[in-house]
Protein backbone atom coordinates (compact mmCIF):
# COMPACT_ATOMS: atom_id res chain seq x y z
CA UNK A 1 0.00 0.00 0.00
CA UNK A 2 1.47 3.10 -0.93
CA UNK A 3 2.01 6.11 1.78
CA UNK A 4 -0.55 8.44 -0.11
CA UNK A 5 -3.12 5.85 -0.31
CA UNK A 6 -2.73 5.14 3.51
CA UNK A 7 -2.79 8.57 4.64
CA UNK A 8 -5.87 8.83 2.67
CA UNK A 9 -7.80 6.73 5.07
CA UNK A 10 -7.32 9.21 7.87
CA UNK A 11 -7.56 12.57 6.49
CA UNK A 12 -11.45 13.43 5.84
CA UNK A 13 -13.05 14.47 2.50
CA UNK A 14 -12.46 18.42 2.77
CA UNK A 15 -8.76 17.98 3.83
CA UNK A 16 -8.45 16.02 0.50
CA UNK A 17 -9.99 18.49 -1.56
CA UNK A 18 -8.19 21.33 0.10
CA UNK A 19 -4.77 19.72 -0.57
CA UNK A 20 -6.10 18.97 -4.77
CA UNK A 21 -6.55 22.51 -4.74
CA UNK A 22 -3.31 23.46 -3.17
CA UNK A 23 -1.52 21.10 -6.14
CA UNK A 24 -3.73 22.89 -9.00
CA UNK A 25 -3.04 26.04 -7.98
CA UNK A 26 0.80 25.44 -7.90
CA UNK A 27 0.36 23.22 -11.05
CA UNK A 28 -1.17 26.57 -12.76
CA UNK A 29 1.14 28.94 -10.88
CA UNK A 30 4.33 26.94 -12.40
CA UNK A 31 2.77 27.17 -16.08
CA UNK A 32 2.35 31.17 -15.55
CA UNK A 33 4.55 32.76 -18.10
CA UNK A 34 4.99 35.33 -15.78
CA UNK A 35 6.44 32.92 -13.43
CA UNK A 36 8.04 30.73 -15.77
CA UNK A 37 11.94 30.64 -15.49
CA UNK A 38 13.35 33.13 -18.33
CA UNK A 39 14.03 31.77 -21.12
CA UNK A 40 17.81 30.79 -22.29
CA UNK A 41 19.57 33.06 -24.44
CA UNK A 42 20.93 30.18 -26.64
CA UNK A 43 17.01 29.09 -27.40
CA UNK A 44 16.34 33.10 -28.27
CA UNK A 45 19.07 32.42 -31.23
CA UNK A 46 17.99 29.54 -31.86
CA UNK A 47 14.69 31.10 -33.28
CA UNK A 48 16.67 33.45 -35.12
CA UNK A 49 18.66 31.12 -36.59
CA UNK A 50 15.79 29.73 -37.61
CA UNK A 51 13.64 32.06 -39.23
CA UNK A 52 17.32 33.71 -40.95
CA UNK A 53 17.90 29.96 -42.46
CA UNK A 54 13.78 29.29 -43.36
CA UNK A 55 13.82 33.01 -45.30
CA UNK A 56 17.35 32.96 -46.76
CA UNK A 57 17.68 36.92 -44.54
CA UNK A 58 21.13 38.21 -44.57
CA UNK A 59 20.23 41.72 -42.91
CA UNK A 60 19.87 41.70 -38.94
CA UNK A 61 18.60 44.81 -37.29
CA UNK A 62 18.23 44.65 -33.59
CA UNK A 63 17.12 47.23 -30.88
CA UNK A 64 18.24 47.40 -27.67
CA UNK A 65 21.50 46.62 -27.79
CA UNK A 66 22.17 46.66 -24.09
CA UNK A 67 25.98 44.57 -23.80
CA UNK A 68 26.24 43.39 -27.53
CA UNK A 69 25.81 39.71 -26.36
CA UNK A 70 23.27 38.83 -29.46
CA UNK A 71 24.85 40.78 -32.03
CA UNK A 72 28.08 38.79 -30.86
CA UNK A 73 26.23 35.29 -31.23
CA UNK A 74 25.11 36.79 -34.55
CA UNK A 75 28.32 37.76 -35.82
CA UNK A 76 29.00 35.27 -38.41
CA UNK A 77 25.57 34.66 -39.22
CA UNK A 78 24.85 37.65 -41.22
CA UNK A 79 25.86 39.78 -44.18
CA UNK A 80 24.60 43.09 -42.73
CA UNK A 81 23.92 43.82 -38.73
CA UNK A 82 22.67 46.98 -37.12
CA UNK A 83 21.79 47.21 -33.66
CA UNK A 84 19.99 50.41 -31.75
CA UNK A 85 21.31 51.44 -28.34
CA UNK A 86 19.85 54.40 -26.08
CA UNK A 87 21.96 54.33 -23.66
CA UNK A 88 25.28 56.48 -24.57
CA UNK A 89 27.93 54.43 -22.56
CA UNK A 90 25.92 51.11 -23.97
CA UNK A 91 26.18 52.37 -26.95
CA UNK A 92 30.05 53.28 -27.18
CA UNK A 93 30.74 50.08 -25.02
CA UNK A 94 29.09 48.34 -28.42
CA UNK A 95 30.43 50.43 -30.58
CA UNK A 96 34.44 49.60 -29.33
CA UNK A 97 33.36 46.06 -28.79
CA UNK A 98 32.43 45.55 -33.05
CA UNK A 99 34.71 48.28 -34.21
CA UNK A 100 36.84 45.56 -35.90
CA UNK A 101 33.81 44.20 -37.47
CA UNK A 102 33.00 46.56 -40.61
CA UNK A 103 29.63 44.34 -41.40
CA UNK A 104 28.52 45.54 -37.92
CA UNK A 105 26.89 48.96 -37.34
CA UNK A 106 25.96 50.68 -33.81
CA UNK A 107 23.59 53.49 -33.80
CA UNK A 108 22.74 55.37 -30.66
CA UNK A 109 19.33 57.11 -30.32
CA UNK A 110 15.93 56.16 -29.33
CA UNK A 111 14.67 52.99 -31.97
CA UNK A 112 11.18 54.21 -32.30
CA UNK A 113 13.17 57.16 -34.36
CA UNK A 114 16.19 56.11 -35.37
CA UNK A 115 14.06 52.79 -37.37
CA UNK A 116 12.45 56.13 -39.67
CA UNK A 117 16.05 56.95 -40.80
CA UNK A 118 17.30 53.10 -41.23
CA UNK A 119 14.54 51.16 -42.73
CA UNK A 120 14.49 52.99 -46.12
CA UNK A 121 17.90 52.54 -46.28
CA UNK A 122 17.57 48.34 -46.20
CA UNK A 123 17.50 47.16 -49.98
CA UNK A 124 15.96 43.25 -49.20
CA UNK A 125 14.34 41.36 -46.75
CA UNK A 126 15.39 42.01 -43.05
CA UNK A 127 15.13 40.55 -40.03
CA UNK A 128 14.12 42.94 -36.94
CA UNK A 129 15.15 41.42 -33.35
CA UNK A 130 13.21 43.94 -31.25
CA UNK A 131 14.00 44.09 -27.99
CA UNK A 132 14.40 47.81 -27.29
CA UNK A 133 11.92 48.08 -24.36
CA UNK A 134 12.92 49.52 -20.85
CA UNK A 135 14.30 46.56 -18.65
CA UNK A 136 14.98 48.95 -15.53
CA UNK A 137 18.99 48.13 -14.08
CA UNK A 138 21.15 49.99 -16.89
CA UNK A 139 18.95 49.87 -19.58
CA UNK A 140 18.12 53.29 -20.59
CA UNK A 141 14.13 54.72 -20.80
CA UNK A 142 12.98 57.22 -23.95
CA UNK A 143 9.77 58.40 -24.03
CA UNK A 144 7.91 55.46 -23.58
CA UNK A 145 8.99 52.11 -21.50
CA UNK A 146 8.30 49.91 -25.07
CA UNK A 147 8.59 52.01 -28.07
CA UNK A 148 7.37 48.94 -30.54
CA UNK A 149 4.61 51.30 -32.01
CA UNK A 150 6.93 53.46 -33.49
CA UNK A 151 9.19 50.95 -34.29
CA UNK A 152 6.82 48.62 -36.19
CA UNK A 153 5.59 52.43 -37.72
CA UNK A 154 8.88 52.55 -39.67
CA UNK A 155 8.83 48.81 -40.68
CA UNK A 156 5.34 48.85 -42.02
CA UNK A 157 6.70 51.71 -44.49
CA UNK A 158 9.08 49.15 -46.04
CA UNK A 159 8.53 47.49 -49.45
CA UNK A 160 10.19 44.15 -48.22
CA UNK A 161 8.29 41.47 -46.58
CA UNK A 162 10.06 41.81 -43.51
CA UNK A 163 10.34 39.23 -40.10
CA UNK A 164 9.66 40.18 -37.07
CA UNK A 165 10.45 38.83 -33.80
CA UNK A 166 9.87 40.76 -30.49
CA UNK A 167 11.49 39.51 -27.43
CA UNK A 168 9.74 39.57 -24.17
CA UNK A 169 5.79 38.45 -25.37
CA UNK A 170 4.67 38.27 -21.81
CA UNK A 171 5.07 41.62 -21.29
CA UNK A 172 3.06 42.58 -23.89
CA UNK A 173 0.02 42.69 -21.50
CA UNK A 174 -1.80 45.56 -22.40
CA UNK A 175 -0.36 47.15 -18.94
CA UNK A 176 1.64 50.72 -19.32
CA UNK A 177 3.18 51.31 -22.58
CA UNK A 178 2.59 47.75 -23.28
CA UNK A 179 0.22 46.94 -25.78
CA UNK A 180 -1.65 43.67 -25.87
CA UNK A 181 -0.52 41.06 -28.65
CA UNK A 182 -3.87 41.03 -30.56
CA UNK A 183 -3.48 45.02 -30.26
CA UNK A 184 -0.46 44.23 -31.85
CA UNK A 185 -1.51 42.51 -34.37
CA UNK A 186 -4.39 44.69 -35.22
CA UNK A 187 -2.20 47.80 -36.12
CA UNK A 188 0.38 45.38 -38.35
CA UNK A 189 -2.33 44.19 -40.23
CA UNK A 190 -3.79 47.64 -40.93
CA UNK A 191 -0.21 48.58 -42.64
CA UNK A 192 1.15 44.66 -43.92
CA UNK A 193 -0.36 41.46 -44.41
CA UNK A 194 0.61 38.95 -41.94
CA UNK A 195 1.53 35.07 -43.35
CA UNK A 196 2.42 33.50 -40.35
CA UNK A 197 2.51 34.59 -36.37
CA UNK A 198 3.19 32.61 -33.51
CA UNK A 199 4.96 32.57 -29.86
CA UNK A 200 7.81 30.56 -29.42
CA UNK A 201 10.12 30.41 -26.44
CA UNK A 202 8.89 34.19 -25.41
CA UNK A 203 8.78 35.31 -29.05
CA UNK A 204 6.64 36.80 -30.76
CA UNK A 205 7.61 35.83 -34.32
CA UNK A 206 5.69 37.58 -36.98
CA UNK A 207 6.41 37.19 -40.97
CA UNK A 208 5.48 39.70 -43.09
CA UNK A 209 3.84 39.63 -47.03
Not at 13 to 42: E, G, M, T, Y
Not at 107 to 112: A, F, P, T
Not at 167 to 185: K, Q, R, S, V, W
Request: proline share 4%.
Amino acid sequence: MSLVIYIKRFLPSWAINFLKSLKQIFRDKSNSVDDAPPVPHSAKQSVIRKYKNRYKINNLVETGTYLGDMVEAMREEFTTIYSVELDMKLFKMAEKRFAKSPHITILQGDSGKVLYDLVPKLNATTLFWLDGHYSHGITAKGDTECPIYEELGAIVQSNFGHVLLIDDAHCFNGMGDYPTIEALTQFISKHKNISEQIIEHDIICIVLD
